[in-house]
């Protein structure tokens, strides 16, 4: 399988989600293409990269990224990473049980937004579905202080990253690799990624991260594309490879 040959690296943050891909395109030790994007943005907050075989791996990131774009048309709501994720896993599940499975392996990273900010074009609730009332407000019971603070946890936005393979293993991960990259990049990741690492920390960690790339692996691997989603949306990050390797 030649998605070992392929870099994909992901991590999250307080407010983030980082997702980095290698730009080489390779077929065995020929490299093709020096700039190729291993990503696809599937919604205004999550995107995906992918690795392994050439034809799958293209075709099926634009046949999940065009249904959840129908389903947004359809519904008028946007879905969520987790809901994306679970999707996404179970068409891989499907077509495994076929005689037509998809060789990828991905990483989906995104935001979970609070429900009140789902709707992209911001349609008030219909007519008669008892939404609002004249009537005289009922009387409700005082709210507890652990229930304010759990309805508060909930309106923030959250990063999520989900790791999944060929065989439709889906799993929720702070950090995660695909190809190479786990072998060298793993423990760099679980030794100094935290929940609450800035995005500027996150950067100097995913360095750190090619910088062992570049130390140990026998591969030019044309450097990272790198893509960032915050509440903003997706932004694609400048991201210099540095030729010089850091002392250690």
């Not at 995906?48 to 799958?56: I, K, L, N, R, V």
């Not at 652990?146 to 946890?153: H, S």
């Not at 990741?189 to 991260?209: N, V, Y």
């Not at 915050?230 to 540095?242: A, H, P």
Request: with cysteine; charged share 20%; net charge negative.
């Amino acid at each position: 399988m030649s998605s070992t040959m392929d870099i994909l690296i992901g991590l999250t943050g307080k407010d983030f989600c980082i997702i980095a891909a290698s730009k080489a395109a390779n077929r065995g030790p020929t490299i093709l293409k020096a700039t190729d994007d291993k990503t696809q943005q599937l919604s205004d907050h999550c995107t995906m990269a992918y690795s392994g075989e050439a034809g799958d791996t293209v075709q099926f990131a634009e046949f999940i990224q065009a249904n959840i774009s129908l389903y947004t048309t359809r519904n008028s709501h946007t879905l969520q990473p987790p809901a994306i994720a679970s999707f996404t896993r179970n068409e891989l599940a499907r077509a495994l049980r076929s005689r037509n499975p998809y060789t990828v392996n991905l990483l989906l990273g995104g935001i979970s937004l609070p429900s009140s900010q789902t709707s992209p074009f911001g349609f008030p609730p219909a007519a008669g579905t008892g939404v609002t009332s004249t009537s005289a407000p009922s009387q409700q019971p005082e709210p507890r202080p652990e229930q304010e603070v759990l309805d508060a946890e909930s309106e923030k936005p959250k990063p999520k990253l989900y790791w999944l393979d060929y065989l439709a293993t889906c799993a929720e991960v702070p950090y995660a690799c695909h190809g190479y990259a786990q072998y060298y990049c793993l423990s760099l990741l679980d030794k100094h990624h935290h929940p609450d690492i800035s995005l500027e920390q996150g950067m100097k960690l995913l360095r750190m991260c090619a910088d062992e790339l570049r130390r140990r692996l026998p591969i030019d691997y044309k450097g990272l594309e790198v893509k960032v989603v915050t509440e903003k949306g997706v932004e694609r990050m400048d991201f210099q490879d540095d030729p010089t390797i850091m002392p250690v």
